[in-house]
């Protein structure tokens, strides 16, 4: 059987993410897209549970986190480092070993100053968690952040 990093649904790439060591420690993370919605998938692995074998709540953050980040950058075409300004999430079911975790973000309201935004991460068609943020751009456009910049 092979490795689970090696078991990747059709269709998803390894994003090419800025340098960012936590990430990089806890990845890889990877995208694609459905039409013109971005999906960001991840699969878990053992390393990434708590002791009672189902995906931290620390590690579902992280990637809800990304999640809004990245959506974010690729649906309102910023090509800049946000700030997470509020993150809330509902942890609503149990990722385990082994499952693909795939999140999708819509952006609700796109300010100057911030931008409202919001996700579903689902297992297998079911939601297991429901995310949002306040996110505030940094004012200037960064190469690493481009939209298209992701899928080099």
Excluded at 84 to 96: H, M, Q, R
Excluded at 99 to 123: H, K, N, P, Q
Aim: proline share 8%; charged share 20%; net charge positive.
């Amino acid at each position: 059987e092979p490795p689970m990093h090696a078991r990747i649904p059709e269709g998803f790439r390894v994003l090419n993410l800025p340098h960012n060591p936590y990430i990089e420690a806890n990845g890889p993370l990877y995208g694609r897209f459905d039409g013109d919605a971005f999906v960001m998938g991840f699969r878990c692995e053992k390393r990434h549970c708590n002791p009672m074998m189902v995906c931290h709540g620390g590690m579902i953050s992280t990637l809800a986190d990304m999640l809004l980040l990245l959506g974010t950058n690729i649906h309102a075409k910023l090509g800049q480092f946000l700030v997470t300004v509020s993150l809330d999430i509902d942890f609503i079911g149990p990722v385990k070993p082994g499952d693909w975790l795939e999140g999708r973000a819509e952006v609700l309201r796109a300010g100057r100053s911030v931008i409202f935004t919001e996700g579903r991460m689902t297992v297998g068609g079911a939601t297991v968690a429901r995310v949002n943020a306040i996110l505030k751009p940094s004012g200037k456009p960064l190469t690493g952040f481009a939209p298209g910049h992701y899928f080099l």
